[in-house]
């Protein structure tokens, strides 16, 4: 065999892995002007699509964690002091000229008094109408903006407004910090708020916050069908439906949140106190 063609033989020989060897000029890399693309950090911001699109995500996915990470250390950080705190959830869409809006201006004015925070999803409708009354109180107002494509516009009565794009985060900053939670009528955020805090509850990952809805007519229906429905399936028990009260006495719940908090009282035991309280009067 000619040294020619020996040669020839050993550019196309397998290498140690198996594979063919890169020819020399790509230096390890595909030929210049070849499709073969090589995504870096410095590429992630430009449009990229089909394989090149899954690749980049591949690559950010792990950055994701460092973004979770900040909102939940800088949570921490600002809100280390607002205990006693009570979180008030309610529809972002009920206008100031509602009564509900008016209920939770005046029950947040009260638990302020009380010396209360008052913590909020920073929005409009209930949650403003809660920062309003933490700051006629003369409490601390607190909103857990959220960035959303719409509803959610920060309203202007907050002492310390943090923004979050994650609902897990916000929602861990919601019961970390809490001592009570009020539920105002409102939608699937409300909802999911208030089962939030529940679940918590029943499973004992939290203890045994006082979960306080406002509005007898607007729950009714809700409670109905969980005594009804779920109780009657088994899949809940008579005990858990002593985790939350309903009223439409905006003094009661104050009296209730207040009393579970300097007694250290489940919710049960500090309606009975309430009560019995309030019979000697």
């Given at each position: 065999m000619s040294r020619r063609s020996d040669e020839k033989n050993a550019r196309h020989a397998p290498g140690r892995n198996g594979h063919a060897p890169h020819p020399p000029e790509s230096n390890g890399h595909a030929p210049a002007g070849s499709a073969e693309r090589v995504l870096t950090l410095d590429t992630l911001g430009s449009p990229v699509h089909g394989a090149d699109h899954r690749?980049?995500?591949?690559?950010?996915?792990?950055?994701?964690?460092f973004r979770i990470l900040s909102e939940f250390v800088d949570g921490i950080d600002e809100m280390r002091d607002v205990k006693p705190a009570v979180s008030i959830f309610g529809s972002a869409r009920t206008p100031r000229s509602h009564a509900n809006y008016?209920?939770?201006?005046?029950?947040?004015?009260?638990?302020?008094?009380?010396?209360?925070?008052?913590?909020?999803?920073?929005?409009?409708?209930?949650?403003?109408?809660?920062?309003?009354?933490a700051k006629d109180g003369g409490g601390r107002s607190i909103g857990l903006n959220i960035n959303l494509p719409h509803e959610q516009k920060p309203n202007p009565?907050?002492?310390?407004?943090?923004?979050?794009?994650?609902?897990?985060?916000?929602?861990?900053?919601?019961?970390k910090h809490s001592t009570a939670f009020v539920n105002f009528p409102g939608g699937f955020g409300t909802m999911d708020e208030m089962f939030e805090a529940l679940t918590l509850i029943q499973t004992e990952k939290v203890r045994e916050l006082p979960v306080v809805l406002i509005g007898k007519k607007y729950w009714s229906g809700l409670v109905e069908w969980i005594r009804q429905t779920m109780l009657l399936q088994r899949n809940v028990s008579h005990r858990d439906l002593d985790l939350f009260h309903v009223t439409d006495d905006l003094e009661e719940a104050a009296d209730l949140i207040e009393t579970c908090w300097?007694?250290?009282?489940?919710?049960s035991e500090g309606l009975a106190e309430v009560r019995r309280t309030r019979s000697i009067r």
């Open positions: 690749s980049a995500e591949f690559v950010k996915e792990p950055w994701r964690i008016r209920a939770a201006r005046k029950l947040a004015r009260e638990l302020a008094k009380r010396g209360f925070s008052i913590v909020t999803g920073g929005g409009p409708g209930i949650m403003e109408a809660a920062n309003r009354g009565h907050q002492d310390v407004a943090l923004h979050f794009r994650y609902f897990f985060v916000r929602k861990f900053h919601f019961v300097r007694k250290n009282l489940v919710l």
